[in-house]
Structure formats: structure tokens, C-alpha cells
């Protein structure tokens, strides 16, 4: 799984029990100053830089981009693919581009913990899982999808 890091890695901030799915990218600096003082050829714009803070309990999903001087709150599902631009408050679901708050976090925990399989077919994280299950899924999305 791939996690980007950018070079200034001591402007990010993260909680306890977060966690990132692949390719998660923190951004925590803009070079469009090299652009800018290209054009007009001075050196007065500055490299913006700015700090990233992650809070407690947070998911954060595949292929996200969050940008600098964004806070991310305590109890926080970030959904695939999204880009945070600006803060996301505690207690929030949020995806997009940009990210928008799309509902609660107690919400999501309630969603949840509704077993999708039985517990005797649990897999192993990281593992394939077994035939039983794979074949128990298929069925089931068969099912919920018009396709018995």
C-alpha cells in the first residue's frame, strides 16, 4: 500500500487508532510561487506551507488527498477519493471532491455493525477468503441485486 508523504512530513499531526487505506496523500505545501516569480520574474511570492492535523478514531479511505492547514476531527470516516480542502468537524462522515460532511459518525457505527456474513466465515484480514464465504457474498449480492 502506498502513503505519500511530503517533505515536510513534521507539519502532520496524527491521532491514535487512525487508519489509512492505499495511496492517501498529505500536501502540506503549494509551489505555484515558483510559477508566479517565474512570470514576473522577482522573487516575492512565498512557498505556502501549512500543517495537517488528524484527530482520534479516523478511516481514512483509498486514494484520498488532503491538503494543508486542514483539520480533521475525532471520530471521522473520510470516503474514498476524496480531497480535503477545508476542516471536518468530530463526529462526521464525509466524501467528495471537495469533501462535505454526508452524515454522523454514530450513524455509520449503527450501519455497521450489522454483520454482512456469518461469524464463522470471518476471513482474515489480508488473506483470501475461503470458499464458503466467497460463494455465501456472490449470493448475497445476487440477491440485493435482482440477479436469484
Not at 52 to 66: K, R, S
Not at 115 to 130: A, C, F, L
Not at 132 to 146: P, S, T, V
Request: charged share 25%; hydrophobic share 35%; net charge negative.
Amino acid at each position: 500500500m502506498d502513503r505519500y508523504v511530503p517533505l515536510y512530513s513534521n507539519l502532520i499531526s496524527v491521532g491514535n487508532n487512525v487508519h489509512l487505506a492505499s495511496n492517501v496523500k498529505f500536501i502540506t505545501h503549494d509551489i505555484s510561487h515558483v510559477m508566479l516569480n517565474n512570470l514576473y520574474g522577482e522573487d516575492k511570492f512565498k512557498e505556502q506551507i501549512g500543517c495537517i492535523e488528524i484527530g482520534n478514531n479516523v478511516f481514512i479511505g483509498a486514494n484520498c488527498t488532503i491538503l494543508l492547514n486542514v483539520k480533521i476531527g475525532n471520530n471521522v470516516i473520510v470516503g474514498a477519493n476524496s480531497v480535503i480542502t477545508k476542516d471536518i468537524p468530530d463526529n462526521s462522515v464525509c466524501a467528495g471532491i471537495p469533501a462535505r460532511v454526508i452524515g454522523d459518525f454514530d450513524s455509520f457505527v449503527e450501519k455497521r455493525s450489522n454483520s454482512v456474513y456469518p461469524n464463522e466465515m470471518k476471513p482474515i484480514i489480508g488473506k483470501r477468503i475461503e470458499k464458503d464465504l466467497e460463494e455465501y457474498m456472490w449470493n448475497k449480492f445476487h440477491k440485493e441485486h435482482g440477479r436469484e
